[in-house]
Structure formats: C-alpha cells, structure tokens
T-cell receptor
C-alpha cells in the first residue's frame, strides 16, 4: 500500500519568505509523486510531478520539489512567497497501475497563509 | 485546451430528490474520475472509468450511480442522499487509462460541484 504524510496542516509565511511544505511517502514500489494546489472554491491544479526522470523537479509559479529516496521525502519549496500562494497544497503518490486509471493517494493537505 | 467543466456549480437537494452531476472534457483523455471532498480534507476517490468502462468503485453507496455515456462525458446520478453526503464533488480526467502501465499521468480537475443535502 502507498501513502503520503504531510507534516503541518497549516503553514504561515511572510510575503517574500521561503515556503517549505513537507511530504514523506511510503511505497513498496518506485513511487510517482505529485504536488497539487487548490485555491478556495476551485478544483486541484498540478504544480509539478516526479516521474523518476530527475530528482529536482521544477513546476509552475516558481515552485520546485526534490525527491530524496534515502529520506522518502518530496518536499515542496518556493524561494519567495507571494500573496497569491495562499491556498491548500496536497502531496499525492501513485505507482504502477494494477487496475485501469491512475489511482492517486493524497496526503492530508497543508494550508498556506501568506502574511503581508 | 486543458479544461474539465462541471455543471452545476452549486446544487441543493432534498433527501428524496433525484439529481445528476455532469462532467465534460475534450482533451481526448480515456480515464475519468469522480472524487468527493469534505471541508478541510483531501479528495477521496469514488469511481474511475477507463475507456468508458467502470474500472474502480471505492465501495461507494448505491445512492451514487456513475455513468459514462461517451469518452468525453461523465455523469454522477444522485438519489436518496443523506445530509452527510454534502461535499464538493470533483471530476478529473487523465490521458491513459489502461491497466499495467506507468501511472504518471497528470489528472486534470474540474472546479467541482458544491452539493448540499437538506
């Protein structure tokens, strides 16, 4: 079974400060990892994904994440927070399909608050 | 076009009503999904359709009935719901649905339907 754990259900950062969202995974097969963002009253939007091509993955809106197998982690970072980054962030894991469709398992989510 | 559309945006229904949620995508994706999301929680997978056939049912109560009329459309029929079924219902699609492959496909989500059951 696969799972992800997001450390910290809420993160508060000042505008211009580093954003760091933590995600640790558990998987018996090589994992594929995703970060999604959800703005209020909207659906989820993909920020970036790890598919084993490169351990440092760059995404949209200045976000990036690094896959560390030794630490079973896939933490999300952004050097300088912007007010528009206030949202809910979800880490998710999938693996080789045993059934049709891409079954994602989501972490509990981290709500980011950006202070002016 | 990477858009998944969902209608209606909001729905209020009584416990004896029958209603349907609609989802549409024109990206040529062959897998489509229904998720349920309660407030301050992650999405929970309900159903997956692959090539217009139901491939995953996450033990969802029968008062939720999915339907995939064609490769672009996904419906969720609702009947005799309970107040605890009130939630945001999200539809998603991804490119490749076949079993056995690498599940790296991005899922594209619609904006959701906010359902309230009275």
């Amino acid at each position: 079974a696969q799972s992800v754990t997001q450390l910290g259900s809420h993160v508060s950062v000042s505008e211009g400060a580093l954003v760091l969202l933590r995600c640790n995974y558990s998987s018996s097969v090589p994992p594929y990892l995703f970060w999604y963002v959800q703005y209020p009253n909207q659906g989820l939007q993909l920020l970036l994904k790890y598919t084993s091509a490169a351990t440092l993955v760059k995404g949209i809106n200045g976000f990036e994440a690094e896959f560390k197998k030794s630490e079973t982690s896939f933490h999300l970072t952004k050097p300088s927070a912007h007010m528009s980054d206030a949202a809910e962030y979800f880490c998710a894991v999938s693996g080789r399909r045993r059934t049709a469709g891409n079954k994602l398992t989501f972490g509990g989510g981290t709500r980011v608050l950006v202070k002016p | 076009d990477t858009e998944v559309t969902q209608t209606p945006k909001h729905l209020v229904m009584g416990m004896t009503n029958k209603k349907s949620l609609k989802c549409e995508q024109h990206m040529g994706h062959r897998a489509m999904y229904w998720y349920k999301q309660k407030a301050k929680k992650p999405p929970e997978l309900m159903f997956v359709y692959s090539y217009e056939k139901l491939s995953i049912n996450e033990s969802v109560p029968s008062r939720f009935s999915p339907e995939c009329p064609n490769s672009s459309l996904l419906n969720l029929h609702l009947h005799a719901l309970q107040p605890e079924d009130s939630a945001l219902y999200l539809c998603a699609s991804s490119q490749e649905g076949a079993a056995g492959g690498l599940s790296t496909d991005t899922q594209y989500f619609g904006p959701g339907t906010r359902l309230t059951v009275l």
